[in-house]
C-alpha cells in the first residue's frame, strides 16, 4: 500500500507543480505575443475585404503533401476556420508531394497536395474507379541566390546555360569569361564557385532542374529533371547539399562564393541577395508581381482540365514560358481529389473550401510573401473541376 | 504456489512481445527491399551513386559516412559520458547533483529538428573556425585533414552527434554506479587508494554498465536522422578525410523518403539501407558478445 | 616518493574527469539556454491553449493542439513501451542465461539503431493502412516502440546493479516470485528503474519522424479520439521552425521551451520523491 500511495503522491506533486508554472507564467514572466499583435482572435481581420463564408456545413477533412503549399495551406485554413465561425477544419501535413501523392491512392486522404501533378499510373489506376480531379491552387517561384562579398543584392545578371554550366562543374570560377560577358561592370573575384543544392528529394529541385534541362541540352543528357538528381558538382568538390531551403540558404550565407536556389520567401526572409535571370525573351528579371502574372497568363493556353492526365506536359511546358517580363523560374502547386467520395459531406466541404481557395483565397490579403495568385482563367480550371465533385 | 510458476512465463511473454516487434520489423525491411536486390544483387551496397532519373542507387557514401560519423561520436562520447557519470556521482556537490542529472536526461527530449538548428547555426561555424580550419592549415598534409572544410561536414555531424548520445550512456553509467554497495567502496578506500584509484577500481566493477552504454549511445548515433540531416553536408561522395562532406545511411533515409514513392526502385533502396543498418548493428553487438566473453567474464 | 606520484595522478585525473565533465556540460547547457532564451518570452497561458496561428497577421496563436496531444501521445507510450520494456528488461536481468534473454537483448541493441523513420513506416503499415485513416493510437504505438529498446536496457542494468546478497535475502523470506521482484527488488532498483522510464519519456516527447506518417497532425482538433488524427509538439516545431516565417519561428521556439520545462518538472519532481537507495 506504501507504494501505491507514493505513486498518488508522484501525480498529485505533477499536477500542482504543472499547474505553479502555469499561473507563474501568466503573472510574472513578461509575456510577449506571438507576432507582437495585440488582436483577439474572434474578429474577423478588419481590413480585409474578404466575405463572411454562408454555410452550414461543419466537419473535418484531411490532406497531406507538398512541403511548398504547407504555409500557404496553413494561412487558408486558419481563415477559412474563422470565417466559418469554426465550423470547418482543414488539416494538411507535409509530408512530400511523392508521399501525399501515394497516401492518397492508399486512401488514406481526402485530398493530395503535389509540386507535379499525378503520376500517369495513379491517374489511370483512378480513372476506372471514378477519376480524379486536379488544379494548380497557387504559383510558386524560385530564386538564385548567391554569396559574393563584392556583389549586392540584385546586381548579378545570370542565364539558364551559365547557371547549368556552374552545377555541370564546366565554370568553376566567379570571374569566367562567361560570367564576365554578362556582367561587364562588376568586379568578380577569382575564386571557386560552392554550388549548393537540395539533398532531399524536392519539388523546387525538380522545378529548378527542369528549367536548366530546357535550356542547356548538356544538362538535359547528362543529368536531367527530378525531385532527386545525381549532381555533377559533388564529384568535383565544389558541391554542398542543404536540407531543405532552410538549410541551402544557410548553406550559401555561411560559405561565401557560394551559389544556390531557393523558394523566394526563404531568399527574403534570410536576407540573401538574389540573382537577376534572363527570361526567353532576353530582359533580366527579378520574381516581381508583374513578372509572375505575364508568366502565368503565357502558359493559360497550354493547360488541360482538372480531370485531364496532366503528367507529360509538366513542368516541362509550363518553365521559362514566353514574355518580355515573364520570370523563367515560376512553377504552380496542385490539390489532387477524387471525383467520388462516400461521404456527402466531405464532398460538400471540400466544394465549399477550394471554391473558396480559388476566389477568395486568390486576393492580394490572403497571399503569403513568397507566394503568386492564380490568374483567374488558371483558377477557372479547378472550379470547373469541382463541378464534377459527387458522392457514391 | 501458482504464481511461482505464471510470474516467468508472464516475463517471458513480455520479453517475446519485444523479440516479436523486432523481428517483424527486420522482416519488412526484407521484404520491401527485395526488389532492389532482385534487380542489382548485393553490388548496390558497394557502389556510389545516387541518380534517380535512371533508378541507380548505390549507398556506400552513406555507409562510409554512418561509420565514420559514429566512430567519431562514439570517441568524443564514451569519455565525456563515462566524466559527466563519475562528477555527478562523486565529485559534485550533493545538493547540485539532482539537477546536473535531470538536465542532462533532459536533453534526451530535445527535438531532433532543434538540434540540428543549433547544429547548423552554432555548432558548425565554431567547430569550422576554431578547429577545422586550423588542424587544414597545420596539419593538413595528414589524410586525415586533407580536404579543405566547408562547416558542414563529417566531423560536424560526428561531434553534434556525441552531443546527442551523451546524455543516454551517461545516464545509465551514472545509475549503475550509484548502485555500487557502499562497503567496496569503503574497503578500497580502507586499503589507501586515492580517489582516482578507487574510481577506477569501480569503473571496472560496472563494465557491463559501460558497455551498454556504449551500445545505447553507439545505436543512437547510427540512427539518427533529421540532426545530421542537416550538418552533414549532404555530397554524394566516397569520403576521403574526417573533413570531408557525406552522408549517413540514416540520414539519407530522411532526406528521400519524402518522394521516394514516386519512384520504382527508391523505397527498396532505402528500406536495404535500413537493413544494412541493422546488419551492421548485429555484426557490432556480436563482436560485443565475444569480446565480452573473453574479457570480463575473466575478471 | 611514490606517495606524491600517486597524489599527483589522482589530482590529475580528477582535474581531467571534471574539465570533461564540465565539456561535455557545456553544450547541452549552452543549448537549453539557447532554447529558453528565445522562446520562454511567448510562454503564456493563451500560448498553451490556443489554436496555431497562420503564418503571418491574424491573432495570438498557440500550441494549443500540439500540447494536448503530445500529452495523450507520451502517456499512452508510456503506459504501452514503459510496460513492456520493464518487463522486458526484468526478464533480461534475472533470466540472462536463457537464449530468449540472450537474443532479445542483441536484438534490443541492434533495434536502438534503426532510424525512426522505419518505426514510422512500420506503424504505418500495421495501423494506418488497414484503417485507411492516420490515427492517434498509430503514434502511440510507433512511439512505443521506440522507447522500449530504452528502457528495457535500462531497467536490465538497474535489477543486474542489485548486490547479490540482498537478492538472496529478498528471496530467502520465503515471498513468492512477483512479490520478490517487484517489491522487494523494484524498490532496491527504483532510481535506476525511474531514470529508464524518465529517459523512455523524454524520447517520447521528443521524437519527429515515428509521427510523421501515423499521426497525420492537425491544426485545430485537440483531440478527437484514438482512431483520428492528432498533433505533437515536436511535429509542429518540426514544420514550423523550418519555414520561412518570423511567426511561427516564435511558436516553434515557444513549443520547445514548453517541452523542456514540463519534461524538466517531471524529472525533478519525481526524483525528489523517490528517494536514493543506500546500500
Same mark, same amino acid.
Given at each position: ?20 508554472? #502555469? @499561473?507563474?507564467?501568466? #503573472? ?15 474578429? !474577423? ?42 465550423? !470547418? ?5 507535409? !509530408? ?14 481526402? #485530398? ?29 517561384? !524560385? ?35 562567361? @560570367? ?46 527530378? #525531385? ?84 507529360? @506536359? ?79 | ?33 527485395? *526488389? ?56 559534485? *556537490? ?56 566547408? *562547416? ?148 | ?22 565539456? /561535455? ?18 510562454? /503564456? ?10 503564418? %503571418? ?25 514503459? /510496460? ?70 535500462? %531497467?536490465?542494468? =538497474? ?16 515471498? /513468492?516470485?512477483?512479490? =520478490? ?99
Amino acid at each position: 500500500m506504501r507504494t501505491y500511495t507514493k505513486y498518488m503522491a508522484v501525480v498529485a506533486a505533477v499536477v500542482v507543480a504543472l499547474i505553479s508554472v #502555469f @499561473i507563474l507564467s501568466y #503573472f510574472w514572466i513578461p509575456t510577449e505575443r506571438i507576432g507582437s499583435q495585440r488582436s483577439t482572435t474572434t474578429t !474577423i481581420a478588419t481590413t480585409s475585404p474578404t466575405m463572411r463564408v454562408t454555410t452550414t456545413l461543419s466537419g473535418v477533412v484531411n490532406g497531406a503533401g507538398a512541403t511548398f503549399l504547407n504555409p500557404q495551406m496553413q494561412a487558408w485554413a486558419s481563415k477559412f476556420y474563422e470565417l466559418t465561425g469554426g465550423r !470547418i477544419q482543414v488539416n494538411y501535413q507535409s !509530408i512530400g508531394s511523392g508521399a501525399g501523392q501515394a497516401k492518397f491512392r492508399e486512401g488514406v486522404l481526402d #485530398f493530395a497536395g503535389s509540386d507535379p501533378p499525378l503520376k500517369s499510373d495513379i491517374y489511370n489506376e483512378f480513372k476506372a474507379k471514378g477519376g480524379i480531379i486536379q488544379f494548380p491552387v497557387i504559383i510558386g517561384t !524560385i530564386v538564385i541566390v548567391y554569396n559574393i562579398p563584392s556583389v549586392e543584392s540584385g546586381k548579378l545578371r545570370l542565364t539558364g546555360e551559365v547557371v547549368a554550366k556552374i552545377y555541370l562543374g564546366e565554370i568553376s570560377y566567379w570571374d569566367d569569361p562567361a @560570367i564576365k560577358a554578362l556582367n561587364p561592370d562588376l568586379n568578380l573575384p577569382h575564386e571557386k564557385i560552392i554550388a549548393v543544392h537540395r539533398s532531399d528529394g524536392s519539388g523546387t529541385t525538380r522545378v529548378f532542374t527542369a528549367y536548366l534541362s530546357k535550356v542547356s541540352e548538356a544538362w538535359k543528357s547528362k543529368v536531367g529533371s527530378d #525531385f532527386t538528381v545525381s549532381w555533377p558538382v559533388d564529384e568535383l568538390g565544389n558541391g554542398v547539399g542543404g536540407k531543405g531551403n532552410e538549410g541551402v540558404a544557410a548553406a550559401v550565407k555561411q560559405n561565401p562564393y557560394s551559389i544556390g536556389y531557393v523558394e523566394t520567401a526563404y531568399a527574403y526572409s534570410t536576407g540573401l541577395a538574389v540573382a537577376l535571370i534572363r527570361n526567353r525573351d532576353g530582359n533580366y528579371v527579378l520574381p516581381a508581381k508583374e513578372a509572375v502574372a505575364s508568366a502565368a497568363k503565357a502558359l493559360v493556353k497550354v493547360l488541360p482540365k482538372a480531370d485531364e492526365d496532366w503528367s507529360n @506536359i509538366f513542368p516541362d511546358e509550363i518553365i521559362d514560358p514566353p514574355g518580355k517580363e515573364s520570370y523563367p523560374l515560376t512553377s504552380f502547386s496542385f490539390v489532387i481529389l477524387r471525383q467520388v467520395y462516400d461521404d456527402p459531406v466531405k464532398a460538400a466541404i471540400l466544394n465549399e473550401f477550394f471554391k473558396w481557395v480559388l476566389t477568395e483565397g486568390q486576393k492580394p490579403e490572403n497571399i503569403l510573401e513568397g507566394y503568386d495568385p492564380l490568374p483567374p482563367e488558371v483558377a477557372a480550371i479547378g472550379l470547373d473541376g469541382l463541378k464534377l465533385l459527387r458522392t457514391g | 504456489m501458482n504464481s511461482e510458476k505464471i510470474f516467468p512465463i508472464f516475463l517471458i511473454v513480455f520479453a517475446s512481445i519485444s523479440l516479436l516487434i523486432v523481428t517483424s520489423i527486420v522482416i519488412s525491411l526484407i521484404i520491401n527491399s527485395y *526488389p532492389i536486390f532482385l534487380r542489382d544483387g548485393f553490388s548496390f551496397i558497394f557502389k556510389s551513386v545516387w541518380n534517380p532519373v535512371k533508378e541507380d542507387y548505390g549507398i556506400l557514401p552513406a555507409l562510409l559516412g554512418t561509420l565514420i560519423s559514429s566512430a567519431i561520436a562514439i570517441s568524443i562520447a564514451m569519455p565525456l559520458a563515462i566524466s559527466l557519470a563519475i562528477f555527478s556521482a562523486e565529485i559534485a *556537490p550533493t545538493s547540485i547533483r539532482g539537477f546536473i542529472n535531470s538536465v542532462s536526461d533532459l536533453m534526451a527530449s530535445l527535438p531532433s529538428v532543434i538540434y540540428g538548428l543549433w547544429g547548423l547555426y552554432v555548432l558548425a561555424p565554431i567547430l569550422n573556425q576554431y578547429i577545422m580550419t586550423p588542424l587544414h592549415q597545420y596539419l593538413g598534409f595528414i589524410p586525415l585533414f586533407s580536404t579543405k572544410p566547408i *562547416p558542414t561536414n563529417l566531423f560536424t555531424a560526428g561531434v553534434l552527434l556525441a552531443i546527442m548520445i551523451t546524455p543516454f550512456s551517461s545516464s545509465i553509467i551514472r545509475e549503475a554506479y550509484n548502485a555500487i554497495p557502499h562497503h567496496l567502496k569503503e574497503a578500497a578506500y580502507s586499503l589507501g587508494m586515492t580517489r582516482w584509484e578507487v574510481i577506477r577500481t569501480l569503473l571496472g566493477y560496472i563494465k557491463s554498465a559501460i558497455l551498454a552504454g556504449a551500445f545505447l549511445a553507439l545505436g543512437r548515433a547510427m540512427g539518427e536522422t533529421v540532426a545530421v540531416a542537416m550538418v552533414v553536408g549532404n555530397t554524394f561522395t566516397l569520403p576521403r578525410s574526417l573533413f570531408d562532406m557525406g552522408y549517413t545511411i540514416s540520414s539519407l533515409i530522411a532526406n528521400q523518403f519524402p518522394n521516394a514513392e514516386a519512384y520504382s526502385y527508391m523505397m527498396p533502396a532505402l528500406y536495404s539501407g535500413a537493413l544494412v543498418l541493422f546488419t551492421i548493428g548485429l555484426i557490432i553487438n556480436l563482436a560485443g558478445l565475444y569480446w565480452i566473453r573473453r574479457v570480463v567474464t575473466r575478471g | 616518493m611514490r606517495l606524491n606520484k600517486r597524489k599527483i595522478i589522482d589530482r590529475l585525473m580528477l582535474g581531467i574527469i571534471s574539465a570533461l565533465a564540465i565539456a /561535455s556540460a557545456i553544450p547541452i547547457f549552452a543549448i537549453a539556454v539557447n532554447v529558453y532564451s528565445e522562446g520562454a518570452r511567448y510562454i /503564456s497561458l493563451n500560448f498553451l491553449i490556443d489554436l496555431p496561428p497562420p503564418p %503571418v497577421g491574424g491573432g495570438g496563436g498557440g500550441i494549443g493542439p500540439a500540447l494536448v496531444g503530445t500529452l495523450v501521445l507520451v502517456a499512452l507510450a508510456l503506459a504501452i513501451g514503459g /510496460s513492456i520494456g520493464f518487463f522486458t528488461g526484468l526478464y533480461l536481468s534475472e533470466f540472462s542465461h536463457t537464449r530468449l534473454a540472450q537474443y532479445t537483448q542483441m536484438f534490443l541493441q541492434v533495434m536502438v539503431e534503426f532510424p525512426t523513420i522505419i518505426v514510422g513506416l512500420f506503424a504505418y503499415m500495421i495501423l494506418v493502412a488497414p484503417l485507411k485513416r492516420f490515427n492517434a493510437l498509430a503514434g502511440a504505438i510507433a512511439l512505443s516502440i521506440v522507447i522500449i529498446p530504452y528502457i528495457a536496457l535500462n %531497467v536490465r542494468e =538497474a535489477y543486474k546493479s542489485i548486490p547479490y546478497t540482498l537478492k538472496e535475502a529478498a528471496f530467502s523470506l520465503g515471498v /513468492s516470485a512477483p512479490i =520478490a521482484y517487484l517489491r522487494i527488488l523494484l524498490s532496491a532498483a527504483r532510481r535506476g528503474v525511474l531514470t529508464a522510464l524518465l529517459i523512455g519519456l523524454a524520447k517520447a516527447a521528443g521524437e519527429t519522424a515515428p509521427l510523421l506518417l501515423t499521426i497525420l497532425g492537425t491544426t485545430f482538433t485537440y483531440f478527437g479520439g484514438l482512431d483520428q488524427p492528432i498533433n505533437a509538439i515536436p511535429l509542429l516545431i518540426y514544420n514550423f521552425a523550418l519555414s520561412p516565417y518570423e511567426k511561427w519561428h516564435q511558436v516553434a521556439w515557444g513549443a520547445a521551451a514548453v517541452l523542456l520545462t514540463i519534461i524538466l518538472v517531471i524529472f525533478i519532481v519525481s526524483r525528489l520523491i523517490i528517494k536514493e537507495v543506500k546500500v
